[in-house]
């Protein structure tokens, strides 16, 4: 997964309850991103940050937060302000070279 | 209607075959074009980046960018089973190294090549 981390694979979430996901990165980059997928929909980015303890909304941040206190990590919450979480989550860095590399994803799923 | 329109697909093609996907846009602004493909479960890995209006090829892929017509192309000659995966196309008005830089996605175009 190019040094990017995401677990857990799979998630359950019960109604109105708040959940957190999460992604790890050893490649030292600072930019790091969260983007969900639906089927047919692309990728929507939801937070991006650029460097430790700071971070932007993206185009669907809603029902969402994040936080960066370190630099290897980049943990996203899905809180039950989220309407429709059922989604696959993946989290991304960026390098010069490569431009985005992608972790292996998420898949939440509201039961 | 969407910024960046892609057929879901899916595309069934016999292996060895040419496989042609495409994705059309709105937004004149862009100005950088990748294609990434995703195995079933998996994260997005990039394919091809290009540059403005063009061709580039690397190896059995071709990406071509007509941004007059606001068209991009992606082309898979001598497919192989293993190229079966969803091919999504994404854009941008900025460099890839940019950190900040959003990507738009298509939604993805399903390949399957058959042996």
């Known amino acids: 997964d190019g040094g990017i981390t995401q677990s857990p694979k799979y998630l359950f979430r019960k109604e109105g309850q708040n959940v957190t996901l999460s992604c790890e990165q050893n490649?030292?980059?600072?930019?790091m991103y969260w983007y969900r997928q639906d089927p047919g929909q692309g990728l929507r980015l939801i937070y991006y940050?650029?460097?430790?303890?700071?971070?932007q909304k993206g185009d669907i941040a809603e029902g969402y937060s994040v936080s960066r206190e370190k630099k290897e990590s980049f943990p996203l919450t899905v809180t039950s302000a989220q309407k429709n979480p059922t989604a696959f989550y993946l989290c991304?860095?960026?390098?010069?070279?490569?431009?985005?590399?992608f972790g292996s994803g998420t898949r939440l799923t509201v039961v | 209607q969407k910024e960046v329109e892609q057929d879901p697909g899916p595309l069934s093609v016999p292996e060895g075959a040419i496989v042609s996907l495409n994705c059309t846009y709105s937004n004149s602004a862009f100005q950088y074009f990748m294609w990434y493909r995703q195995y079933s479960r998996k994260g997005p890995e990039l394919l091809m980046y290009?540059?403005?209006?063009g061709n580039k090829e690397d190896g059995r892929f071709t990406a071509q960018v007509d941004k007059s017509s606001k068209y991009i192309s992606l082309f898979i000659r001598d497919s192989q089973p293993s190229d079966s995966a969803t091919y999504l196309c994404?854009?941008?008005?900025?460099?890839?190294?940019?950190?900040?830089?959003?990507?738009?996605f298509g939604g993805g175009t399903r390949v399957l090549v058959k042996p």
């Open positions: 290009t540059y403005s209006s």
């Open positions: 940050s650029q460097i430790v303890n700071d971070f």
């Open positions: 991304a860095t960026i390098t010069r070279l490569h431009g985005y590399t």
């Open positions: 490649l030292n980059h600072d930019a």
């Open positions: 994404a854009m941008s008005g900025e460099g890839i190294k940019a950190a900040g830089n959003k990507l738009t």
